[in-house]
């Protein structure tokens, strides 16, 4: 099946850092989404990007579509201790199943 | 009250049982999805729904089973549970109508397979 490579795997931060994670693929996407995880709930929709070279905040968070449409990126300003989750990225491949696919996490801890 | 509500929320069984977990939806979604989470593995779907009756296969069906009797619930069905089994589940839906596949998901279903 299609895979996205999403890294860093974790991240250890201290409070007030700028994060930033990517994703990447072999594959041309028409769609990037991404969600974050609070422990014991599930993914959470956080920014939904639909054409190359967007780019589209809520609050402090800051999402790309890449301009090569095969890569997504994700910042954080300021870090604050509940952005502590699993930061998953998903797409939908341009051509291909409607269905979206997951990479595999980022893992954010963040020390007060 | 949740929009995507799974039960049990934790549940324990023995090798060779016969589980069903539950999902129900409020937001008048027509397509279902039941995705199964393990460390370091991301999210991956065992089976979907896009309408009542409707019953396609995922990446990792094996196993498992579905049904989908109304618009608003979807199960998930473990014939004799296995302990690579144990994991973290997660029902979602999506609108057909909107633009891309946006998923909203439960808080999902810890199951531990001893």
């Known amino acids: 099946g299609q895979q996205l490579n999403q890294s860093p795997q974790s991240m250890f931060i201290q409070e007030g850092e700028d994060v930033s994670m990517n994703c990447t693929s072999s594959?041309?996407?028409?769609?990037w989404l991404w969600y974050k995880q609070d422990p014991g709930e599930g993914p959470v929709l956080l920014i939904a990007?639909?054409?190359?070279?967007e780019l589209t905040s809520n609050g402090r968070l800051t999402a790309q579509f890449g301009t090569t449409r095969k890569d997504s990126f994700l910042n954080i300003s300021a870090s604050i201790p509940s952005d502590v989750g699993i930061y998953f990225c998903?797409?939908?491949?341009?051509?291909?199943?409607?269905?979206?696919?997951f990479g595999k996490g980022t893992k954010l801890t963040v020390n007060p | 009250d949740a929009d995507v509500t799974q039960t049990p929320r934790n549940r324990i069984t023995k090798t060779g049982k016969r589980i069903m977990l539950e999902c129900s939806q409020t937001?008048?979604?027509?397509?279902m999805y039941w995705y199964r989470q393990d460390p370091g593995l991301g999210l991956r779907l065992i089976y979907y729904?896009?309408?009542?009756?409707?019953?396609n296969k995922g990446e990792i069906s094996d196993g498992y089973s579905v049904s989908r009797q109304a618009q608003a619930k979807f199960s998930l069905s473990l014939e004799s549970a296995i302990p690579n089994q144990t994991a973290l589940y997660f029902c979602?839906?999506?609108?057909?109508?909107?633009?891309?596949?946006?998923?909203?998901f439960g808080s999902g279903t810890q199951l531990s397979v001893l």
């Open positions: 729904s896009f309408d009542v009756k409707d019953i």
């Open positions: 979602a839906t999506s609108d057909r109508s909107s633009p891309n596949e946006k998923l909203f």
């Open positions: 990007l639909y054409k190359a070279g």
């Open positions: 937001k008048g979604h027509d397509r």
């Open positions: 594959s041309i996407f028409n769609t």
């Open positions: 998903a797409g939908q491949v341009e051509g291909g199943s409607e269905k979206l696919v």
